[in-house]
T-cell receptor, first 111, second 115 residues
Framework: SQQGEEDPQALSIQEGENATMNCSYK?????LQWYRQNSGRGLVHLIL?????REKHSGRLRVTLDTSKKSSSLLITASRAADTASYFC???????????FGGGTRLMVKP | KAGVTQTPRYLIKTRGQQVTLSCSPI?????VSWYQQTPGQGLQFLFE???????NKGNFPGRFSGRQFSNSRSEMNVSTLELGDSALYLC??????????????FGQGTRLTVV
């Protein structure tokens, strides 16, 4: 079973608007990662935030992590049609590189 | 630098058969993980290999197995296929960081259909 829950499950916005996706997890983590997937293909790594970090930026992406609430959010600013994809959060914990994924948010950006 | 390569990309098998999927990690990556993705269960961790040893294992039956070779290439095998094994199987490779997890680089996946 998945450790994380994401909301919303689906999000539809206009180009230029911001998109916010939320992720919650159940047990302690080493880091929280966000991935993007286009049409059932491979996942592309977007950003990794470690458990001792609270906020991280990468281009138009901003990720926050609140370990007290066991939650994270991904903000995509000034969205583009090319951002249309499914976005997944993944919790990294323990030794090794095992990831526990959330259910994902399907984002549609309309031109 | 070549990415993670998975072969084959598509596969159709009959119930009861067995299948072997292959994954070549990014050069220099010694950790290889496998995931199953289905519409109903989402992305689920199967197992992780590092230096030819299974380091982590998910909650899958023994019909699912894997191995890693000395060149870090990995294979996973599913025996006695069931209809529910139809899924996208994703392989990911990572650099090894002894202290913390690192980002995973995913292949394009093998789409397995069991009929």
């Amino acid at each position: 079973s998945q450790q994380g829950e994401e909301d919303p499950q689906a999000l539809s916005i206009q180009e230029g608007e911001n998109a916010t996706m939320n992720c919650s997890y159940k047990t302690s983590i080493n880091n929280l990662q966000w991935y993007r997937q286009n049409s059932g293909r491979g996942l592309v790594h977007l950003i990794l935030i470690r458990s001792n970090e609270r906020e991280k930026h990468s281009g138009r992406l901003r990720v926050t992590l609140d370990t007290s609430k066991k939650s994270s959010s991904l903000l995509i600013t000034a969205s583009r049609a090319a951002d249309t994809a499914s976005y997944f959060c993944a919790a990294g914990r323990g030794a090794g590189n095992m990831l526990t994924f959330g259910g994902g948010t399907r984002l549609m950006v309309k031109p | 630098k070549a990415g993670v390569t998975q072969t084959p990309r598509y596969l159709i098998k009959t119930r009861g058969q067995q299948v072997t999927l292959s994954c070549s990690p990014i050069s220099g990556h010694r950790s290889v993980s496998w995931y199953q993705q289905t519409p109903g269960q989402g992305l689920q961790f199967l197992f992780e290999y590092f230096s030819e040893t299974q380091r982590n294992k998910g909650n899958f039956p023994g019909r699912f197995s894997g191995r890693q070779f000395s060149n870090s290439r990995s294979e996973m095998n599913v025996s006695t296929l069931e209809l529910g094994d139809s899924a996208l199987y994703l392989c990911a490779s990572s650099l090894e960081n002894p202290l913390l997890n690192t980002e995973a680089f995913f292949g394009q996946g093998t789409r397995l259909t069991v009929v």
